[in-house]
């Protein structure tokens, strides 16, 4: 996890890298960057009409160049940066979805019983034409959908009844909109009564509606109440402009952050008092200020701080978050590096997607199950504190240069989705690369799919029938626990019998038992423990109760010694199968096991092909290595 952590942090690293390598490149060639001002004297009419309508400004008649160009200037100043986003935001033609409603419970549960958002609605009456042709509607629902406002049509001949209700008996538009400054409250339906159906009239009457529920201020003695004034909202934002009305972007911010942050209007075309303006820090006209418990912030001084709402929409989340867009960021996070495991895990291509999906899965459960209790510690009141003084350590680090840069670059490459995506590939190309080269030595490397999926399936069968018996196939701390057998004994014996593939049986270890020549006649046999001491002429059973080697009381006869030096170490001697309970004969084929107990390879080949794998004698699996354990030195006493 830590390792997928870290190329995450690498990957981030690298746009913004890659980003100022961008604006390096725009610089060498245009010779501008993004935060340079335009003057709005130099720009065409067509030009100054985008800013206008990006930023939410409207007029009426046949506006001159002049005037166009003085509410462009009166509403704030300008940057590359934005110039450039709005001619390209011009160029795209792509057509923005229009929902068309089904009924009354569609329409509430999406309009009425939305308390942050703004709709805009076409009512079509039963047996009327629409308000708004289908050219105009389109028109109207890609002005209005830059500003976060969303479109639908309702056709009476759906559910006329709800029509005869509400009193929709022509066809008409009907705008909702919230009609109280706290957060989730009621919503309050505004119908179209105008005459006139443009394009740019019904757009007038939304800004008017809108910009209704920001407070405006004329007069000097308001403004130093409310500048002051913390108790109700501790952040709020002010305009100080020239204008009639707040830029409908401005107006759809105060929709989206409603019961977050007070947004405030201040007109000062006939201001009675500027000196009230120097005494709080405002120099010039217009100005965006953020007033915080901590200070006072200019928008617009940084890079990335345009007069759009996407750019200030992005500011003033991350200066005022809530627990929904930390969640949201979070889950980013872990899905991000979630889908490293695709280019860490090395093999076949299906074993990286299984990993990838149990990875996904893994970490989105425990990325909501560590949720909850954080949203229940959020619902105390003593937390308050906590809470508020991470805000104000979050608005400190938001205010820099640096978060800034971040900001831009998050708003640069979520405008261009291709790009991200394949920067996140070849970062993770390389990653894979570098793997490869780390885990040269590794085997399962050379796995192709059909074999990585046959062993997944074996170990899947045994999973369903002997659950904790399969994972004993795979390398763990387990095996060097030695409380482990302990554990075993909490077993039934069907753990014991684990459904498993055979394939280990000829990795396990033969040899050839052979005797070694006597070297007189009065020679007596000797026993070998496991340390290798020698006992007398008694029946000796070790510490795994294998019994050693014997010597015949027969009269008359002499046993030879059994060749120890042929055996693998670590193998117990014993000169008796224990399941066919005869003695190994001169040149027979044995065989071990990992617990060091040897058998007849004939014998314990059947033993274990006919599905008990482990040991006759104790019982340990018969393809798992055994933990090191002490074994006795001293042999025991004769009864």
Same mark, same amino acid.
């Given at each position: 996890m830590w390792w997928k952590l870290f190329f995450l942090l690498l990957y981030f690293f690298m746009l913004f890298i890659l980003a100022r390598f961008f604006e390096a490149i725009v610089w060498y060639e245009t010779g501008i960057f993004a935060t340079q001002l335009v003057d709005p004297v130099t720009l065409s009419f067509k030009k100054l009409k985008t800013i206008l309508e990006c930023r939410g400004l409207g007029y009426s008649g046949l506006a001159e160049k002049r005037d166009v160009r003085e509410l462009v200037e009166n509403s704030g100043e300008l940057m590359q940066g934005e110039l450039y986003s709005a001619l390209k935001n011009e160029e795209q033609t792509g057509s923005d979805s229009s929902t068309t409603f089904s009924g009354e419970m569609h329409f509430y549960e999406l309009v009425e019983d939305t308390k942050d958002g703004i709709w805009l609605v076409q009512v079509i009456a039963q047996d009327r034409n629409p308000l708004l042709s289908t050219a105009n509607w389109g028109k109207m629902v890609q002005k209005v959908s830059q500003f976060g406002i969303r479109t639908g049509t309702f056709n009476c001949s759906s559910d006329s009844r709800y029509c005869h209700k509400r009193g929709w008996m022509k066809s008409t538009l009907i705008m909702s909109v919230?009609?109280?400054?706290?957060?989730?409250?009621?919503?309050?339906?505004?119908?179209?009564? %105008?005459?006139?159906?443009?394009?740019?009239?019904?757009?007038?009457?939304?800004?008017?509606?809108?910009?209704?529920?920001?407070?405006?201020?004329?007069?000097?003695?308001?403004?130093?109440?409310?500048?002051?004034?913390?108790?109700?909202?501790?952040?709020?934002?002010?305009?100080?402009?020239?204008?009639?009305?707040?830029?409908?972007?401005?107006?759809?911010?105060?929709?989206?952050?409603? #019961?977050?942050?007070?947004?405030?209007?201040?007109?000062?075309?006939?201001?009675?008092?500027?000196?009230?303006?120097?005494?709080? #820090?405002?120099q010039q006209t217009p100005s965006y200020i953020l007033k915080t418990p901590e200070g006072i912030y200019r928008y617009g001084n940084s890079t990335g701080e345009f007069i759009s709402l996407h750019a200030m929409d992005a500011f003033l989340r991350s200066v005022q978050p809530?627990?929904?867009?930390?969640?949201?960021?979070?889950?980013?996070?872990?899905?991000?590096?979630?889908?490293?495991?695709?280019?860490?895990?090395?093999?076949?291509?299906?074993?990286?997607?299984?990993?990838?999906?149990?990875?996904? %899965?893994?970490?989105?459960?425990?990325?909501?199950i560590s949720w909850l209790p954080i949203l229940g510690f959020l619902q105390l009141p003593y937390l308050d504190s906590f809470y508020e003084y991470s805000l104000k350590l979050l608005r400190y680090a938001d205010t820099t240069t640096i978060a800034s840069w971040v900001r831009a670059d998050w708003t640069f490459y979520s405008?261009?989705?291709?790009?991200?995506?394949?920067?996140?590939?070849?970062? %993770?190309?390389?990653?894979?690369?570098?793997?490869?080269?780390?885990?040269?030595?590794?085997?399962?490397?050379?796995?192709?799919?059909?074999?990585?999926?046959?062993?997944?399936?074996?170990?899947?069968?045994?999973?369903?029938?002997?659950?904790?018996?399969?994972?004993?196939?795979?390398?763990?701390?387990?095996?060097?626990?030695?409380?482990?057998?302990?554990?075993?004994?909490?077993?039934?014996?069907?753990?014991?019998?684990?459904?498993?593939?055979?394939?280990?049986?000829k990795n396990l270890p033969t040899w050839k038992f052979r005797l070694a020549q006597p070297e007189g006649p009065n020679r007596q046999t000797a026993t070998t423990n496991a340390n290798g001491d020698s006992s007398g002429e008694q029946e000796t059973v070790l510490d795994y109760g294998c019994p050693a080697a014997t010597q015949s009381e027969e009269s008359g006869g002499e046993e030879p010694d059994t060749d120890w030096s042929q055996w693998p170490c670590g193998m117990l001697h014993c000169t008796e199968c224990v399941v066919c309970l005869e003695n190994f004969e001169t040149d027979c084929l044995v065989m071990g096991l990992p617990c060091s107990h040897v058998f007849h390879q004939q014998c314990i080949v059947v033993w274990l092909a006919g599905g008990r794998h482990c040991c006759p004698v104790c019982r340990w699996p018969s393809y798992k290595k055994r933990p090191a354990r002490p074994r006795a030195t001293q042999p025991l006493e004769p009864e």
């Open positions: 919230p009609q109280t400054y706290a957060s989730k409250g009621k919503v309050m339906l505004k119908e179209y009564n %105008g005459r006139r159906i443009e394009t740019e009239h019904i757009f007038k009457w939304m800004t008017s509606h809108v910009a209704s529920r920001i407070k405006t201020i004329r007069l000097s003695e308001q403004l130093m109440d409310d500048w002051y004034q913390m108790d109700k909202q501790p952040v709020k934002m002010f305009l100080f402009a020239r204008l009639l009305q707040p830029p409908a972007f401005f107006s759809a911010l105060s929709i989206k952050f409603t #019961g977050r942050i007070e947004f405030i209007f201040v007109d000062v075309r006939n201001w009675d008092n500027t000196t009230c303006l120097e005494e709080i #820090g405002v809530e627990v929904n867009d930390l969640f949201i960021l979070s889950l980013v996070m872990v899905n991000l590096m979630a889908w490293m495991d695709l280019f860490i895990t090395q093999g076949a291509t299906i074993k990286r997607f299984v990993v990838l999906i149990s990875t996904l %899965g893994t970490y989105n459960s425990l990325l909501i405008s261009h989705p291709a790009l991200f995506l394949s920067t996140y590939l070849a970062h %993770g190309l390389l990653i894979d690369y570098f793997e490869k080269k780390r885990r040269c030595s590794n085997e399962d490397q050379n796995a192709n799919n059909l074999e990585w999926l046959s062993s997944l399936w074996d170990w899947y069968t045994s999973y369903l029938v002997h659950p904790i018996a399969s994972f004993q196939n795979f390398e763990s701390d387990w095996d060097d626990d030695p409380n482990f057998l302990l554990e075993r004994l909490a077993f039934p014996d069907l753990w014991l019998h684990p459904l498993v593939p055979t394939d280990y049986i």
